[in-house]
C-alpha cells in the first residue's frame, strides 16, 4: 500500500511540476510577445514637497496591458522578466517612453519636474549603462538632471566595486541617483557614505504603522534623521494617512508618494494635477493636502 502511494505522491509531485514549468513557459512566451507588441503602459506617481504639497516628480511605475487579462502589476512579470533576461529590453523600453513623455510635457510647458525611473538589477550590471541613458537622454533632449534613477540596497551590494564604478559614472553624466525601498536591505551607514548618492526613499513597509507602530516610527525617524547626517534627501513612499504625513512632515522628511496625494495615474492624469490650482502652504489647515 505505502508503495503504491509513494508511487501515487511522486506522480503527483512531478505532474504539478510539470504544470508550473508548463505555466512559467507559456508566460515567459507571453512577455516576449508582449514586449514585441508593445503591451505594456507607463503610470505615473506624482512626488510631492511636504512643505509646500508641490509635484517636485513623477515615478515611472510600468504596467503589462494583456488583451485578455487587462492590467497586470509589475510584481507578477518583472521577476520573471529578471530571470529570463526580458528585463534589458523591457527596462530600456520603458526608460525611453518614459523620457518621450517628458519631452512632450517639457514641450507643453509643464512646470519643472524630475522623472524617476526604476533599474533592475541585470540593467544596472551593464558596464555601458550610463553611455545607454546618455544617449537616451540626448534623443529627447533633455537635461540629464531631470532624471533619477531607482536602485535597491542589494543591487550596489551585490556588484560591490564595480557597482560603484557604474554609480560614478551615472554621477558624471549628472542624473539623479536614489535608494528605494530603504531600511529593508543590509547597507550600512558606513557603506552609504561612500555611495553617490542623492536621495533615499523609505520603505512603505516602515510608513505603513506610522503613528500607532512605536517601532515603525521610531525607525522612519531614525532613517530621517541619519539621511539628513549625509546629506541625502528622504522621500517616503506609501504615505496613505494625515497621520502618517503629519509625522514625517514634522520629522523632516523632504517629499512623499502615496495614496494620500495620488495613485500612479496616466500621463493626462498627470496634466491634470498639475494644471490643478496651486494650492499655497496654509490653505488648508496645517498644510496637509486638501482632498481631491
Ligand atoms: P517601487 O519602485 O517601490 O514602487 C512603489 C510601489 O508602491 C508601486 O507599486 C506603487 O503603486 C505602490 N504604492 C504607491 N503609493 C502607495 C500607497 O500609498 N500604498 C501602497 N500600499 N502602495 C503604494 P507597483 O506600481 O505595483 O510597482 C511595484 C514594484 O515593481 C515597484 O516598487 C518596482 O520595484 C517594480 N517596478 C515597477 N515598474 C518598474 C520598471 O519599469 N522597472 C523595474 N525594474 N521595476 C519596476
Ligand atoms: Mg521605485
Ligand atoms: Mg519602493
Ligand atoms: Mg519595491
Not at 506617481?45 to 510600468?62: F, K
Request: aromatic share 6%; charged share 25%.
Amino acid at each position: 500500500q505505502s508503495k503504491a502511494q509513494g508511487r501515487n505522491t511522486y506522480r503527483y509531485y512531478t505532474e504539478s511540476l510539470t504544470r508550473a514549468a508548463n505555466a512559467r513557459l507559456l508566460l515567459e512566451s507571453k512577455l516576449r510577445r508582449a514586449l514585441e507588441r508593445e503591451e505594456f503602459i507607463l503610470h505615473f506617481q506624482p512626488q510631492v514637497a511636504m512643505a509646500d504639497e508641490r509635484i517636485l516628480g513623477v515615478e515611472t511605475l510600468v504596467r503589462w496591458q494583456d488583451p485578455e487579462e487587462g492590467l497586470i502589476p509589475p510584481d507578477s512579470f518583472i521577476p520573471l522578466a529578471e530571470e529570463t533576461g526580458l528585463i534589458i529590453p523591457l527596462g530600456a523600453w520603458v526608460l525611453r517612453q518614459a523620457c518621450r513623455q517628458m519631452r512632450d510635457w517639457r514641450a507643453a510647458g509643464m512646470p519643472t519636474m524630475t522623472l524617476a525611473v526604476n533599474l533592475s538589477i541585470q540593467q544596472f550590471a551593464q558596464r555601458d549603462l550610463a553611455v545607454q541613458v546618455g544617449a537616451i537622454l540626448d534623443e529627447y533632449d533633455l537635461p540629464a538632471s531631470c532624471l533619477e534613477l531607482e536602485l535597491t540596497e542589494s543591487m550596489i551590494m551585490h556588484n560591490d566595486a564595480h557597482g560603484i564604478d557604474i554609480l560614478n559614472a551615472m554621477r558624471e553624466l549628472g542624473v539623479g541617483l536614489a535608494i528605494d525601498d530603504f531600511g529593508t536591505g543590509y547597507s550600512s551607514l558606513g557603506y552609504l557614505k561612500r555611495l553617490p548618492i542623492d536621495r533615499l526613499k523609505i520603505d512603505k513597509s516602515f510608513v505603513q504603522g506610522i503613528p500607532e507602530d512605536r517601532n515603525d516610527a521610531e525607525i522612519a525617524a531614525t532613517i530621517i534623521a541619519m539621511a539628513h547626517n549625509l546629506k541625502l534627501q528622504v522621500l517616503a513612499e506609501g504615505v496613505e494617512t494625515q497621520e502618517q504625513h503629519a509625522f514625517l512632515r514634522e520629522a523632516g522628511c523632504e517629499a512623499y508618494q502615496g495614496y494620500l496625494f495620488s495613485p500612479p495615474v496616466p500621463a493626462e492624469k498627470i496634466e491634470a494635477l498639475l494644471a490643478a490650482p496651486f494650492r499655497p502652504n496654509g490653505s488648508t489647515a496645517e498644510g496637509l493636502p486638501a482632498p481631491r
